[in-house]
């Protein structure tokens, strides 16, 4: 099964072709330049920023992919309708993002996805943005590796700058939120405490730098939700401390601390992630941890999560690759397909909406 998936739920443009679970291609065109002098997202810059990306990011996945035959050359702007044309000759499903994200991305997206089902006659997927990170955990190469076993029923943790959940997973497609953030996400909270220390944006990457020389009890932080029986979490008080211990300092004293309050935010954002889930784990028992997002991609993180899942004897998947944890289209392919396993197309294409808001 050849499958085309596209991902526009926030500010990359993504795209990647499968044969089946198997990745051919994956291209990100990342939005960060475009959004780092304004702090964050900006909608409407997002919005164009896909319109003028999608086909491109289309075309350079099927060319990259090989379904076309060996190419290796760079992709020419008046080939792009020519490649596309050509490509969904080959792809006998399309996968899009219907949400949850931002409203004016995933508009780009289904629209796109809509346009070439209905052009070439093809079979549609509507895909769950947090199911695919979910699935990122299974996502294979084109040599079909790494083969990995899930072992059922699991708990995952999914965060990143726009969510941050515990899911039960009984079966694929068999989805429970047992816990989710009550304001803002982790990867969010990251970005705002990076911002106040005037790191700029993304946040993530250079607190996750800066806090590898830092002390993590430089500050003393809250622990937010304490309550054991809580298995939600919230970050705002956590901001909201780290604000407050701070907004006092003078520049220079913050410029010669930049490390240490990096670890320390940055360390009591983790605590927080991992006692919620160790106590998720411990409730509900499962068979193995999977984990994903953004936020996975610190190797400090990866090194905790690592590290409890041997104190529980319990075996815990990661993607395989950085940009697996990050908005991609790859993961939205295997969730994609799937879904096409268990015979789920969208009925009528006309009638298929972004959900912005969409829940798993």
């Given amino acids: 099964m050849k499958i085309l998936a596209i991902e526009t739920s926030c500010d990359d443009t993504c795209a990647a072709v499968l044969d089946n679970d198997w990745v051919l291609s994956n291209i990100i065109s990342s939005q960060t330049d475009l959004h780092a002098k304004w702090g964050g997202v900006v909608p409407d810059i997002a919005k164009r920023a896909h319109s003028e990306r999608i086909e491109p990011v289309i075309a350079e996945a099927i060319l990259r992919s090989g379904i076309l035959g060996s190419?290796?050359?760079?992709?020419?702007?008046?080939?792009?309708?020519?490649?596309i044309l050509q490509g969904m000759k080959k792809i006998e499903v399309i996968g899009v993002t219907q949400g949850s994200g931002l409203a004016i991305a995933l508009g780009i997206g289904v629209n796109k996805a809509k346009e070439l089902a209905k052009k070439y006659s093809k079979k549609l997927v509507a895909v769950n943005h947090i199911e695919g990170h979910i699935l990122s955990n299974l996502v294979k190469n084109k040599n079909g590796n790494p083969q990995r076993e899930l072992k059922l029923p699991a708990l995952a943790m999914t965060a990143s700058g726009g969510h941050t959940k515990l899911i039960w997973i009984e079966k694929i497609g068999?989805?429970?939120?047992?816990?989710?953030?009550?304001?803002?996400?982790?990867?969010?909270?990251?970005?705002?405490?990076?911002?106040?220390?005037?790191?700029?944006?993304?946040?993530?990457?250079?607190?996750?730098?800066?806090?590898?020389?830092?002390?993590?009890?430089?500050?003393?932080?809250?622990?937010?939700?304490?309550?054991?029986?809580?298995?939600?979490?919230?970050?705002?008080?956590?901001?909201?401390?780290?604000?407050?211990?701070?907004?006092?300092?003078?520049?220079?004293?913050?410029?010669?601390?930049?490390?240490?309050?990096?670890?320390?935010?940055?360390?009591?954002?983790?605590?927080?992630?991992?006692?919620?889930?160790?106590?998720?784990?411990?409730?509900?028992?499962?068979?193995?941890?999977?984990?994903?997002?953004?936020?996975?991609?610190?190797l400090d993180l990866r090194k905790r999560l690592r590290k409890m899942a041997k104190e529980l004897d319990l075996p815990i998947l990661m993607p395989t690759q950085k940009n697996l944890n990050t908005d991609n289209a790859a993961m939205i392919g295997v969730a994609a397909y799937h879904k096409a396993l268990r015979g789920e197309f969208v009925e009528d294409i006309d009638k298929l909406d972004r959900d912005p808001r969409m829940e798993i």
Avoid at 71 to 83: F, P, S, V
């Fill in 71 to 83: 190419n290796k050359g760079k992709l020419k702007k008046e080939k792009i309708e020519e490649i």
């Fill in 174 to 298: 068999k989805y429970k939120v047992v816990g989710e953030t009550l304001d803002d996400a982790a990867g969010e909270a990251l970005d705002k405490a990076s911002k106040m220390l005037g790191l700029g944006y993304p946040g993530g990457p250079v607190v996750e730098r800066l806090a590898k020389t830092g002390k993590t009890d430089f500050i003393k932080l809250p622990q937010p939700l304490a309550d054991k029986k809580i298995l939600d979490y919230s970050f705002s008080g956590l901001k909201t401390s780290f604000y407050y211990k701070i907004k006092d300092w003078p520049a220079e004293q913050i410029g010669t601390n930049l490390n240490n309050l990096a670890a320390s935010f940055q360390n009591a954002v983790f605590e927080t992630l991992l006692r919620k889930f160790r106590l998720a784990a411990e409730k509900y028992q499962p068979r193995m941890l999977l984990v994903s997002g953004g936020v996975m991609a610190n």
